[in-house]
DNA sequence: GCATGTGAATAGGTTCACAGCC
DNA sequence: GGCTGTGAACCTATTCACATGC
């Protein structure tokens, strides 16, 4: 059974089989109709597409609580996403290692960016310098940002922009609570 | 000014104005015409609306790295969001202390959920055993539970889930440089 | 026979545009 | 005059349903 149908990816996903044959198809027909989709060759399709046969230079600014844990966060190495550069402004933490990693100066980061080639930065600042923080690395060349601040950052169209709004999340938690007290 | 106008709160985060009224309208139109939203008003409203004047009782599961991360993290704390129950199945931090909360062990878990009276869950554990704590949470009495595994849960209709999903967030932007590195 | 691939139908959500009110 | 509130137009995304091919 090298085989899996929409419907038990569906299942799988939390979505319906309509859902996954639609979407699938617009990374062409690969499906075998009465069989389903090659696992083989749907993961092969998927890595591909998603740029996970790529290795992305990856740097982490911000080397606080969140940051720390990102660094050591098993799901992103598993996947192959492995951080080489990192920046802190705290001049206690400049100098150290993480990993086999030393950590980088605020002042240095526009260089540490440019001479590792960085094309991804996992953003894990307060929210008050976010924006600022964004900006240089923009500045230094960096194509898309990861931001894990509660702030909405601004960058130019061609640099990609990913949130992690966990007190988003949570207020929406929130609000389906304070909903549930009433229905 | 204790006013703003809609073109402003969509400029702020980064919408339309169109959106912004057509969103405030459903929550009762308190705008006032040729001025904008009085900012008390709209604050309190949102805040009632959203459940941020309810306390809620928030336990974390799991202290790991992301999970203590979250539970000194500031955003959560400003906003009203403390967590009062810890529980972690490490041994080691069973009967330590995290500010001024005791961990818990994971086969308490059920226990100190209940006497705590916990209506939302903080899920912070690998993503292999999240749904089956998941289901504990429920069947303890948990109505929203916020997510942080790259995990797919199910839970039961009258429980809310929230999904952080850093790895997909991640896996979004290398998406988005490989098909940069094309077109 | 069974499951894909895809036009057609539907639903959902965003944008337009303007009447209404301050 | 300026800005909200909202029906209508529009656009995008999901669901349906079935012809197609293994």
Avoid: H
Wanted: proline share 4%.
């Amino acid at each position: 059974m090298a085989t899996v149908s929409s419907a038990a990816l569906a299942e799988r996903g939390g979505t319906t089989a309509a859902q996954v044959r639609k979407d699938l198809s617009y990374l062409g027909s690969f499906g075998k109709r009465g069989l389903g989709y090659s696992v083989p060759e749907l993961t092969q399709v998927l890595r591909r597409v998603l740029g996970l046969d790529s290795t992305w230079r990856v740097a982490l600014v911000g080397a606080g609580r969140i940051g720390t844990a990102l660094f050591e966060y098993e799901p992103f190495r598993k996947r192959g996403f492995a951080i080489t550069t990192v920046v802190d402004s705290d001049p206690a933490k400049v100098g150290s290692r993480m990993g086999n990693v030393v950590v980088r100066g605020d002042d240095e980061m526009e260089q540490a960016l440019r001479e590792s080639g960085t094309e991804l930065v996992i953003l894990a600042v307060p929210a008050p310098v976010a924006q600022n923080v964004a900006d240089r690395a923009v500045a230094a060349g960096v194509k898309a940002i990861l931001n894990f601040a509660p702030a909405q950052l601004r960058v130019p169209v061609d640099v990609t922009l990913g949130n992690v709004s966990m007190l988003l999340e949570l207020e929406g938690l929130s609000y389906a609570l304070a909903r549930g007290k009433k229905g």
